[in-house]
């Protein structure tokens, strides 16, 4: 196969892309090989080689035909532009990627997140989706 995710077994976001994975290959009929990387060396070298330095974390996907790549958790759409040879965003996180791992806020923390949004002296702040461009 020309396609190719390098994942780490445990790993959440590498998770959550298999309802993906499997429905690219009922869809398209695509087959996407898989190497687990941290409990192998080899396969961590191979994915090292394919990456540059560029995504440095799992899941990372790879086109060997195009040479197109995506680093972390996708959406499905960018996800099947990717094994359709198509341009595709490398990355392109899911919009609730964030929402479902989040430990619900106690009353201080509510209390410090509210503090500013009647303020409009006090600049926005960054959330958590905004920081996503570093995968595990």
């Not at 190719?4 to 090989?33: A, N, T």
């Not at 532009?81 to 595709?88: D, F």
Request: glycine content about 6%.
């Amino acid at each position: 196969p020309y396609l190719i995710q390098f994942r780490g077994k445990g790993d959440d976001y590498c998770s959550q892309m298999e309802p993906l994975k499997e429905q690219l290959r009922d869809e398209l009929g695509v087959q996407i090989r898989t190497f687990e990387v941290w409990y192998d060396s080899t396969n961590l070298e191979l994915m090292q080689r394919l990456d540059r330095g560029r995504c440095g974390g799992v899941p990372f996907f790879y086109n060997k035909r195009t040479q197109r790549y995506i680093c972390g958790a996708t959406t499905y759409a960018n996800l099947r532009a990717w094994a359709l040879c198509e341009p595709c965003e490398p990355i392109l996180p899911p919009p609730n990627i964030n929402q479902e791992n989040a430990v619900p806020q106690n009353a201080v923390q509510k209390w410090i997140a509210s503090a500013g949004e009647s303020d409009p002296h006090r600049p926005a702040r960054a959330t958590a989706k905004h920081a996503l461009h570093v995968v595990r």
